[in-house]
T-cell receptor, first 119, second 110 residues
Framework: SAVISQKPSRDICQRGTSLTIQCQVDSQVTMMFWYRQQPGQSLTLIATANQGSEATYESGFVIDKFPISRPNLTFSTLTVSNMSPEDSSIYLCSVLGTPDRSSGANVLTFGAGSRLTVL | DAKTTQPTSMDCAEGRAANLPCNHS???????VYWYRQIHSQGPQYIIHGLKNNETNEMASLIITEDRKSSTLILPHATLRDTAVYYC???????????FGKGTHLIIQP
């Protein structure tokens, strides 16, 4: 399965600033996903990022707040804009692997996440 | 994606089998059952998936009922490192992001 590196692993940010999170994959992948995990909560899908097209956002998430870039098949960034304390979360990048040979199902691989604290 | 129901938390003694149930009564015929786990401060880790048949790999076994409305993840010999939140997810297996529920917090007791 793919190996995913996320930067930064953690950061403390001031209210009103923006932070860009990087996701680097060791192999070319078509589908990349960004998730948010608020404190004590499960994961929520923010958007799907495909190379060569605009990201597709889930309900409740907008491009102005969470702009995403996908310049090539191994890299993506998520920016958290104009941050407030409510944006304090772990942000996770994930990629869709090649379909399982026997079942055809797709498996997601996740990065370790980027823990943001907004003061 | 079909919805799943899991117990909030479970305890299991170290060395014993941990059996984690999941109900997915609205599952569609083309939807897979996936299991992931998230150890504290890490990203989720894939464990196993299945469609109709029971499956086994080096990490766990997945037992799916004949009507596919429920399943059980079995960790045959639980260790302290298996303490984690376990997510049961039902999805069509296509190129979509998975929808995570609240999962089961499994605590392995020494």
């Amino acid at each position: 399965s793919a190996v995913i590196s996320q930067k930064p692993s953690r950061d403390i940010c001031q209210r009103g600033t923006s932070l860009t999170i990087q996701c680097q994959v060791d192999s070319q992948v078509t589908m990349m996903f960004w998730y948010r995990q608020q404190p004590g909560q499960s994961l929520t899908l923010i958007a799907t990022a495909n190379q060569g097209s605009e990201a597709t956002y889930e309900s409740g998430f907008v491009i102005d707040k969470f702009p995403i870039s996908r310049p090539n098949l191994t890299f993506s960034t998520l920016t958290v804009s104009n941050m407030s304390p409510e944006d304090s979360s772990i942000y996770l990048c994930s990629v869709l692997g090649t379909p399982d040979r026997s079942s055809g199902a797709n498996v997601l691989t996740f990065g370790a996440g980027s823990r943001l604290t907004v003061l | 994606d079909a919805k799943t129901t899991q117990p909030t938390s479970m305890d299991c003694a170290e060395g014993r089998a941990a059996n984690l149930p999941c109900n997915h009564s609205t599952i569609s015929g083309n939807e897979y059952v996936y299991w992931y786990r998230q150890i504290h401060s890490q990203g989720p880790q894939y464990i196993i998936h299945g469609l109709k048949n029971n499956e086994t790999n080096e990490m766990a076994s997945l037992i799916i009922t004949e009507d596919r409305k429920s399943s059980t993840l079995i960790l045959p010999h639980a260790t302290l490192r298996d303490t984690a939140v376990y997510y049961c997810i039902v999805s069509g297996g296509g190129a979509d992001g998975l929808t995570f529920g609240k999962g089961t917090h499994l605590i392995i007791q020494p």
